[in-house]
């Protein structure tokens, strides 16, 4: 069965650095691979997504990702952060003719420092 | 256009009482889930629907839960009786075609 790790249960980072969030997966095939984010209160809002193609993706709000095979990973980057990133970031798999199931990690709560 | 609506958005309740929670996809989205998310975790998925048939439900708990999606629409998930451990938050999420899941803002049930 697939699984995701985030190994961050938490992450602080000042307003303006750069911001890496990390996602680990185990599945035996090539899977599609999403980041959501979830501020309190709200459901989860989809960020970016790889299904195929070109590793490294765009999302909304300026947030991208890689899909590095070999590693397992799809990590989650932005440049410089900005305060109303504070929320907290899944990463999720699906699975090819898993009829869309997804397997969510635990989460990264985001903090940012003015 | 709107998101996929869910109410209540907060329920109290004592154990041992019922409680259902409601779920309005977004319009022309055949496929409708149920997770169940509790503190510090991430969602996981308690039942799947396209159209009016759950196509998954291996990890909805049958002794105590039900759903229901007779139209092929809107969706009812139920909890009867409710345990203390059933506190947590119930998101619902539609997707169409492309496969992208849209998640509702959730209901935090607290079972006292």
């Known amino acids: 069965a697939q699984s995701v790790t985030q190994p961050d249960i938490h992450i602080t980072v000042s307003e303006g650095a750069s911001l890496e969030l990390r996602c680990n997966y185990s599945y035996g095939a090539t899977p599609y691979l999403f980041w959501y984010v979830q501020s309190p209160g709200q459901g989860l809002q989809l960020l970016l997504k790889y299904f195929s193609g070109d590793t490294l993706v765009q999302g909304i709000k300026g947030f991208e990702a890689e899909f590095k095979r070999s590693q397992s990973s799809f990590n989650l980057r932005k440049p410089s952060v900005h305060w109303s990133d504070a929320a907290e970031y899944f990463c999720a798999v699906g699975i090819t003719g898993g009829g869309n199931k997804l397997t969510f990690g635990t989460g990264t709560q985001l903090k940012v420092e003015l | 256009e709107a998101g996929v609506v869910q109410s209540p958005r907060y329920k109290i309740i004592e154990k041992k009482q019922p409680v259902a929670f409601w779920c309005n996809p977004i319009?022309?989205?055949?496929?409708l889930y149920w997770y169940l998310q509790n503190l510090g975790q991430g969602p996981e998925l308690l039942i799947r629907y396209e159209n009016e048939e759950a196509v998954d439900d291996s990890q909805l708990p049958k002794d105590r839960f039900s759903a229901e999606r007779l139209k092929g629409v809107d969706s009812t998930l139920k909890i009867q009786p409710a345990e203390l451990g059933d506190s947590a938050v119930y998101l619902c999420a539609s997707s169409g075609q492309n496969n992208e899941q849209f998640f509702g803002p959730g209901t935090r049930l607290t079972v006292l």
């Open positions: 319009s022309g989205h055949n496929t």
